[in-house]
């Protein structure tokens, strides 16, 4: 048994978009392999201060984006085996998963839309709480110095000081907190840097997301294509 004509240009089409895909998975798991390993976001969130961890939003995000990447792997090259052995079997297979990985990723870029702003919030709420305590004054010594520690982490990889313009050259000027700096130079708020830091982080993955999202559609219509064409060719 064997396609031919328009149906085989579809079979060598399909390896071709398979083979993408499988590619696809490979950036998305090494994507997120070195967000889970990057190493402002690793600093930031490995702090803890007083029993309360850093939020684990976003490493909860990454490690799906993990196992998203591996499956990607695996179905993609399911696909292009299938699809060189014009075998049936494993290009329903292949078109099942798709479906499946497709309603996942549609699910979560739903949920990430809704919670975009949550993984800089919770972690802007983490800074803060440290910040406000570290500045008491009736605070212990050994929880002071801890909260600057943390502080001290978020400032010097973010390059930033502070919660506010004000609260950043008062807490420059009072402490030894903030990163140093050239005369008359104002150090960027950590609010805003936090903010920047996970948005360019998410705004990445929505990228990666939507370009698979595509290759998926069209690797479904030629899986159902080339399995109608099998199904339909001659016999010799």
């Not at 998203?68 to 014009?86: D, T």
């Not at 870029?109 to 919670?115: A, L, R, Y």
């Not at 972690?123 to 520690?149: C, R």
């Not at 903010?195 to 939507?210: D, P, R, S, V, W």
Request: proline share 2%.
């Amino acid at each position: 048994m064997g396609v031919e004509g328009c149906t085989k240009c579809i079979k060598y089409m399909l390896f071709f978009f398979n083979f993408i895909f499988w590619l696809a998975g490979c950036v998305i798991l090494g994507v997120s392999l070195w967000l889970r390993h990057d190493q402002k976001t690793s600093s930031l969130m490995e702090q803890e201060f007083d029993g309360t961890e850093a939020p684990s939003t976003f490493y909860i995000s990454v490690y799906i984006l993990i196992a998203v990447g591996a499956v990607m792997m695996f179905v993609g090259f399911l696909g292009c085996y299938g699809a060189i052995q014009e075998s049936q079997c494993l290009l329903g297979t292949f078109f099942a998963c798709l479906v499946m990985l497709f309603a996942c990723e549609v699910a979560a870029g739903i949920w990430g839309f809704i919670h975009k702003d949550k993984i800089s919030k919770e972690m802007i709420t983490f800074y803060n709480s440290v910040y406000d305590k570290g500045m008491m004054e009736e605070l212990d010594q050994n929880k002071k110095k801890a909260a600057a520690t943390v502080l001290k982490a978020f400032h010097e990889t973010l390059h930033c000081c502070g919660k506010g313009t004000i609260s950043s050259v008062a807490t420059s000027w009072i402490t030894d907190l903030c990163p140093e700096k050239k005369v008359l130079d104002i150090t960027p708020d950590c609010h805003s840097k936090i903010t920047e830091l996970f948005n360019e982080k998410i705004y990445l993955i929505g990228i990666a997301a939507l370009v698979v999202a595509v290759i998926m559609i069209f690797e479904m219509i030629f899986s159902m294509v080339l399995c109608c064409g099998i199904r339909n060719s001659p016999v010799y």
